[in-house]
């Protein structure tokens, strides 16, 4: 659909475009299609039987009723799929199917699969599962006094899956020596993505061959993972993306139902499909780490000295992400504020919960809680407006940081700036009547990580262009739409590199059959890597056609200019059309094909832990917000955000207000209500849409969105990414502002009304957590600061 | 029970055999194959399964089948007309779609609701559409294309 609009006055003629995405038409009419929209003639329907302990030996499972029930066609359990996998090479600790034990109620322990879903629901029934209980562990201070070990192989004790202690610098002797030192304690409760598509995949084994049409935002990774899993070779299977109905990083990691579709097909030789209920997405979850924290910075001449941050997390049952997200929790303080020197040691810890994973922000939003909640308090006792506080330490474009990540673009001075100005922040502050209040916050966040999930030297990203004699070209990408407008990316950088319009770009995706590897939907990866991939062949092509061109019109190739389907010479008058062009380099070269491919060139440190953090580029975000708060109710209502953020070139101007909106609105909910909550017993007790509650229309306040324009010399055309950071200064801004409305410090998420009535009733002065684990942390890793730490222009 | 029932869907007349468990949600996406009504909660708690039955809003995952017997059932698939033209336009104008997986629910809703404006009636768009959940756009650019819908209805 083409919408009349005014052209960017930008030079270019469709980036930065206020126009529609490529599939809005497609998606509105309904006819976008979804994994669970596929039926295959002579479909079966699976379902998965679900632990209902929280932790405990299986000691028999009996199959034979389900069996015998007409209309079964298979039964699987663990012992069918034996093989171990996890997303990080460095945690192979999962199966499909429990082997053995269960450590989550919910986790799967036999599948079936049947003529109908109601026959295949009714043999989970019939499938008989004795559990001996142990004893279940559901927090951080439970996994780590527990006798009991989730994982007997693990190497930690106490339940640690992971311990990361670094430091860079002389943390204790700069805090020794500073004038003015705080420590604070903070509580990150655990929600999930919630996308509104539920997990599906239809398998279909034929001739021999696997093909896999499945809701997931990384296929690239199910095609490492699952040859193994179901040995099969890895020539054998073919993954197929429709589009998703939102990912949020809950379809990213390698799931039982898309394992059992594909083992239960291969058995039955027939198409199987999965498609998992509300309920089961809270039992696959790999959401956001609960997070329990503790930090104490120095500061001499109100600069940040000294950082020592602690993390606790709760990882639930298996490793997942994990291990990244510890990193993470410690990689990102140093990209916002110039810190002196830092010390971070987090240890992830197994509990008898559904695993948790990457949610938008990976890790950071937890430590970016506390690090923004803390800067509050130190401003408020040092006398300084916050602004001021966190503008006198920002890091400088063109920097390195104390942990070694090299910053590029940074226009977060300019983020603060606009977000003060425009919120009247200054007059606000500390001046709203008792009730009202105004608070904010800052946030960073990776566009892309520079380095793979499994470390190789290829490139991450790679598109194929193709011009065909008809004139059609065609862009070939294996990235998936989760929502977030990859596919007009793809369509809008390759027709600004040939002068076309985005509607003449045919796309061919996410089919690994077809299209050529991308690693995925994650890590804010896919404007940054596959953009400039697609800029890269896109860019190939204009040269083999301006070759062409200049060939026919007896001028330099480059002064052709590439204008609406027409190669014109540099007097604007003589021109060959573009599909004489094609015609031309067809003739002369065979099949125009041409391939992009984008490889990070990172810098990075030189010491273990070192390969989590580093990026191509940075995007920061800074947010003020206004809230009331209801003292008969206890309720908060958020009353305008005031967004900014520094997106270096904005490619799709709706698109990427709209992940800024999307952010907001889900730091919003993380700020507020969404939590999931347990009973003793590890049952999850608000696994639905009742019970687990998330912002409505109702419940969202205005948003003014700022976008800071300051193009990166890594982006194509200068662009970073949108999709996470502006998450991240949402739930601190929040509670700064809940802090000024009502004098009381909330330092955990959510603020639900009964603990603001609480707090209001009892006078406390802060809501959180009190103490933290005295987890015996390793020697860290002692890593000097580097010598051009901070300085510009490095 | 089993019983076929007679439903008018899209303007075309379809017969059915269905279970008595079996609901409206099941019988258009497995039955008739139209799957742009989507699945969302099965609680009738996101209103991604959204239909008009009789030209009033169903969440189609908790209305049973046999109960819309004799009925008239519009989908996403079925809506046309100028409002229909309206409201793609102004879905596609503001960015209101992004997985899109809501979105079906909420395009039958803008029509629902900007005829009852039309007929004269006024409308808060946030309260009517606080029963559809998205988890993509934060609701703004969704609230957007609804002004932007009624504007060009008025045109």
Known sequence: ?794 | MKRTIALQVNGAAQEVLVEGGRTLLEVLREDLRLTGTKFGCEHGECGACTVLVDNTPALSCITLAQLCDGKSVTTVEGLEGPVADAIHAAFAEAGASQCGYCTPGFAIMFHHLMERSAAGETIDPRRELSGNICRCTGFVKILDAYERGTAKQRV
């Not at chain 1, 809950?250 to 799931?255: I, R, S, V």
């Not at chain 1, 061109?549 to 190739?557: E, K």
């Not at chain 1, 599909?579 to 099949?591: F, K, L, N, P, Y």
């Open chain 1, 1 to 794: 659909m083409r919408m009349n609009e005014a052209r960017p006055n930008n030079g270019y003629k469709t980036i930065g475009r206020r126009a529609a995405r490529v599939e809005a038409f497609t998606k509105v009419a309904g006819r976008a299609v979804y994994a669970d929209d596929v039926h295959l003639p002579g479909m079966l329907y699976g379902r998965l039987k679900r632990s209902t302990v929280a932790h405990g030996r299986i000691l028999s499972i009996d199959t034979e009723h389900a069996r015998a029930l007409p209309g079964v066609r298979a039964v699987i359990t663990g012992a069918d799929l034996p093989v171990r996998y996890g997303i990080l090479p460095v945690h192979q600790d999962e199966t499909a199917l429990a082997v053995d034990r269960v450590r989550y109620l919910g986790e799967p322990v036999a599948a079936v699969c049947a003529d109908t879903e109601d026959i295949a629901q009714r043999a989970l029934d019939l499938i008989d599962v004795s559990y001996s209980p142990l004893e279940c562990v559901l927090s951080v201070e439970d996994a780590f006094a527990a006798r009991v070990r989730l994982h007997e192989s693990e190497k930690f004790s106490g339940n640690a899956h992971r311990v990361v202690a670094l430091e860079f610098g002389d943390v204790a002797g700069t805090l020794a020596g500073c004038e003015y030192t705080r420590e604070d304690m903070f509580y990150y409760a655990g929600s999930t993505h919630l996308p509104m598509e539920t997990h599906a995949t239809v398998a279909d084994f034929t001739d021999g061959r696997l093909t896999l049409i499945v809701s997931h935002q990384a296929p690239y990774y199910l095609q490492r993972i699952l040859p193994k899993v179901l040995g099969i070779p890895a020539h054998a299977l073919r993954v197929v993306v429709p589009y998703v109905g939102g990912g949020f990083g809950g379809k990213l990691d390698p799931f039982p139902d898309t394992i059992c579709a594909g083992k239960l097909s291969i058995i039955t030789g027939r198409p199987v499909k999965f498609t998992l209920s509300r309920e089961e997405v809270f039992y696959n979850h790999r959401g956001r780490h609960p997070s329990l924290m503790w930090i104490r910075s120095g500061w001499k001449q109100g600069e940040m000295a000294a950082v020592h941050f602690r993390a606790f997390l709760d990882g639930g049952a298996y490793g997942s992400f994990g291990t990244a997200a510890a990193y993470y929790h410690g990689a990102l303080q140093g990209t916002t504020y110039r810190l002196g020197t830092y010390k971070a040691e987090i240890v992830r810890f197994y509990t008898n919960k559904p695993p948790c994973g990457p949610k938008r922000g990976h890790g950071t939003p937890q430590p970016r809680f506390a690090l923004e909640c803390h800067i509050d308090r130190v401003a408020e006792e040092l006398g300084v407006p916050a602004d001021e506080l966190r503008r006198k330490n920002l890091i400088a474009p063109y920097s390195t940081t104390v942990n070694h990540l090299r910053v590029t673009s940074c226009g977060l001075d300019e983020c603060i700036r606009r977000v003060v100005d425009a919120s009247g922040y200054h007059d606000k502050r500390g001046h709203l009547p008792f009730g009202e209040g105004i608070g904010l916050a800052v946030g960073c966040y990776i566009s892309g990580a520079a380095l793979p999930i499994y470390w190789n030297e290829m490139p991450h990203s790679e598109v194929m262009v193709k011009a065909d004699r008809s004139g059609k070209i065609s862009a070939y990408s294996g990235h998936t739409e989760i929502g977030q407008g990859a596919d007009t990316v793809l369509a809008w950088i390759v027709a600004e590199v040939l002068g076309i319009e985005p509607d003449e770009v045919t796309l061919v995706l996410r089919d690994s059959d077809s299209v050529p590897p991308d690693l995925g939907s994650y890590s804010s990866r896919v404007t940054m890597m596959m953009g400039n991939a697609a800029r890269d062949a896109a860019e190939k092509l204009k040269q083999c056609l301006a070759e062409s061109a200049a060939s026919a019109l007896s001028a330099d190739v480059g002064e052709i200019i590439f204008d609406g389907r027409k190669l014109y010479a540099a007097d604007r008058e003589r021109f060959i059309t573009l599909e004489d062009a094609i015609q031309r380099a067809e003739a002369a070269h065979g099949m125009l094909s041409f391939t992009g491919s984008y490889t990070p060139r990172p810098k990075y440190g030189d010491f273990k832990g070192a390969g989590v953090g580093p990026s191509p580029a940075y995007s920061y975000s800074a947010c003020a917000i206004q809230v009331s708060v209801d003292t008969d109710t206890g309720r908060v209502q958020p009353v305008k955000v005031w967004i900014a953020h520094d997106i270096g070139k904005c490619i799709s101007r709706i698109n990427v207000e709209g992940q800024v909106e999307g952010g907001v609105y889900m730091g919003l909910g993380e700020a507020l209500m969404e939590e999931m909550a347990f009973t003793p017993a590890g049952l999850l007790r608000n696994a639905g849409l009742l019970d687990y509650k998330s912002p409505t229309a109702l419940d969202m306040p205005e948003i003014e969105t700022f976008l800071v324009e300051d193009p990166d010399p890594e982006g194509p055309f200068g662009a970073k990414e949108v999709g996470q950071g502006p998450l991240l200064p949402v739930p601190p801004a929040l509670v700064n502002a809940v802090y000024d409305a009502i004098g009381v410090r909330f330092d955990e998420i959510p603020v639900t009304p009964d603990k603001v009535l609480r707090a209001l009733e009892r006078r406390s002065e802060r809501v959180g957590p009190r103490r933290v684990i005295e987890f015996p942390f390793p020697e860290p890793v002692k890593v000097e600061v580097p010598a051009d730490a901070a300085d510009r222009d490095v």
